[in-house]
């Protein structure tokens, strides 16, 4: 997810057991632009499981070039955008507005194998533009067709954005018109959602992006029980603060102290969210809001070591 799921927070998703981790979506013509902080930060990869990258692109050009640059980075698998609803992609026609233009859509796809040389290509889409036009089926075949390897479908048209509830039967149309791994994906926060969504699709594994912020250890969570193992248990207090501190001094070496501390915030927060004390809801507010203020790395660690032991104070 652009702008959470950065290459600090991929790295506790890893340590906790998440079985893959995707980039965040980068537009193949900034990877063109060979900018270095996109690849230092967006594409970073911890080196332990698959290197996943998702590029977006509104020219066949664009995808074409960023999936080769990608390959010739030495990345494992390539993932194509066709989910961000963002007003911002999909006005220029990329994201999921590529589903509204299924040539389109085809020619990026093409594109993207052709880029990436050989090197397995994904699709991320949703199950279509708006519930007029609902061909996540269709654009399923085609990929599979072409030889993508894997599919994830967000159980909502582009129109819906984020409302509502993701519709996981609905996904079971992609899954059952094609013999590609598909991965169901929305509203996925806990091990029960996990096994609704994979009964209710049909799918063959899951994908989890909001609720996941704040607590990277559900991914390994749902990991274990999907794989049956019964040895899992919840990282200790101690454990998540570690992991939290880790974040923090791996977002501020990527962006630099002041910015890393501004984009961590939302992760402390959600973090706070998380945090099984008896606070009641004004306690927990004045917590997040006094650690998202800190704009020095030295007084907001003696702060959450307060607030992990349970002995925090707000000053007045
Ligand atoms: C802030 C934000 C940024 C997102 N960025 C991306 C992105 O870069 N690539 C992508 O495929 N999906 C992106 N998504 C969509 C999520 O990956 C996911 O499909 C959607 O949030 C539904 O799943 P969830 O309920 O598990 O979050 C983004 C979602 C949000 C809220």
Redesign the pocket.
């Known amino acids: 997810?652009?702008?959470?799921t950065d290459a600090a927070f991929r790295r506790q998703a890893v340590r906790f057991g998440a079985e893959a981790v995707v980039s965040?979506?980068v537009a193949g013509e900034t990877l063109a632009m060979a900018r270095p902080d996109v690849v230092r930060r967006t594409c970073r990869h911890e080196g332990k499981g698959r290197w996943i990258v998702?590029l977006a692109a509104r020219r066949p050009e664009d995808m074409r070039r960023g999936a080769e640059l990608l390959a010739e980075a030495g990345v494992d698998q390539i993932d194509i955008?066709m989910?961000?609803p963002s007003r911002q992609v999909t006005g220029g026609q990329s994201g999921s507005a590529l589903m509204k233009e299924p040539d389109l859509a085809k020619a990026i796809i093409d594109a993207a194998l052709e880029g990436a040389g050989g090197l397995p290509v994904s699709l991320?889409m949703r199950l279509g533009w708006d519930s007029d036009m609902l061909n996540a089926p269709e654009l399923a075949q085609y990929a599979e067709h072409v030889g993508l390897c894997m599919l994830a479908v967000?159980g909502r048209t582009r129109c819906q954005y984020?409302k509502g509830q993701?519709d996981w039967a609905r996904v079971s149309d992609t899954v059952n018109a094609v013999a590609l791994p598909v991965v169901v994906?929305?509203?996925?926060g806990s091990v029960e959602d996990a096994d609704k969504a994979l009964q209710q699709s049909g799918a063959h594994g899951v994908m989890?992006?909001?609720?996941a912020v704040g607590r990277p250890w559900m991914l390994g969570e749902i990991s274990a029980h999907l794989a049956g193992r019964t040895n899992w248990s919840e990282p200790s207090a101690a454990e998540k603060h570690e992991s939290l501190i880790e974040q923090i001094e791996d977002s501020m070496t990527l962006y630099g102290t002041c910015l890393g501390l501004r984009i961590v915030r939302k992760h402390i927060s959600a973090s706070i969210d998380w945090l099984a004390n008896d606070w009641s809801d004004t306690e927990r507010r004045e917590i997040r809001s006094a650690a998202c203020k800190f704009v020095e790395p030295a007084p907001l660690f003696d702060f959450l070591n307060r607030v992990y032991a349970d002995k925090w104070s707000v000053a007045a």
């Open positions: 997810m652009s702008g959470s965040e979506m998702q955008n989910g961000c991320k967000h984020y993701a994906n929305g509203d996925i989890v992006g909001r609720s």
